[in-house]
């Protein structure tokens, strides 16, 4: 019943802070509610290089893909 299709994209919008840290991650594209819950459990761990805006650190906003195995 939570399987996933072999090749199924998943798409997760995080917002990254000044310090490279995703403050908030939530579902565009689900899968399964599973696969959906493990991708923002773990999409809440990554760390990004923060972007710059003038040369200074800002925030931002990035649509994450993954493909279902």
């Known amino acids: 019943a939570n399987r ?11 917002v ?11 579902i565009a594209a689900s899968i399964n509610g599973f696969y959906d819950a493990v991708l923002l459990d773990s999409a809440r761990t ?3 290089r923060p972007a710059t805006k003038d040369g200074r650190p800002v925030r931002f906003r990035r649509l994450v893909s993954l493909l279902a195995r």
């Open 46 to 48: 990554w760390r990004y």
């Open 4 to 14: 996933s299709r072999a090749g199924a994209e998943a798409t997760v919008e995080v």
């Open 16 to 26: 990254i802070d000044e310090q490279g840290a995703v403050i908030a991650a939530k």
